[in-house]
Nanobody, 127 residues
Framework: VQLVESGGGSVQVGGSLRLSCTAS??????????MAWFRQDPGKEREAVAT????????HYADSVKGRFTISGDNAENTAYLQMDRLQPEDTAMYYC????????????????????WGQGTQVTVS
């Protein structure tokens, strides 16, 4: 599965951005897979931000973004979104989209190694 992210950029503290991740068509549409957003700062480990299964049946959020970020999916467009509100400087990172058949349904849903497909990343800078 090929994943293409878009929507990153620079924003002031308290502002908003919406990231998009479009998956190439395969035998399993968005309605049958996990989509996830991770982020990574240089020199730090990649951390899970949010995951969504089957376009919205189940979601997970990192504690640091709960109440500020919302993950959603459009099964028809095979696209997952991450709406980021009330952005803070600590949200600055490269954001990566990931996909997998079952990873987000496991107890270790936040483990990057569980995801089989990755996008190239989109930079988010908050200042």
């Amino acid at each position: 599965v090929q994943l293409v992210e878009s929507g990153g950029g620079s924003v002031q503290v308290g502002g908003s951005l919406r990231l998009s991740c479009t998956a190439s068509r395969d035998t399993l549409g968005l309605g049958s897979k996990c989509m996830a957003w991770f982020r990574q700062d240089p020199g730090k480990e990649r951390e899970a931000v949010a995951t969504i299964y089957a376009g919205g049946v189940a979601t997970h959020y990192a504690d640091s973004v709960k109440g500020r970020f919302t993950i959603s999916g459009d099964n028809a467009e095979n696209t997952a979104y991450l709406q980021m509100d009330r952005l803070q400087p600590e949200d600055t990172a490269m954001y990566y989209c990931a996909a997998d058949r079952l990873a987000c349904l496991r107890d270790n849903w936040a483990e990057p190694r569980g995801y089989s497909s990755w996008g190239q990343g989109t930079q988010v800078t908050v200042s």
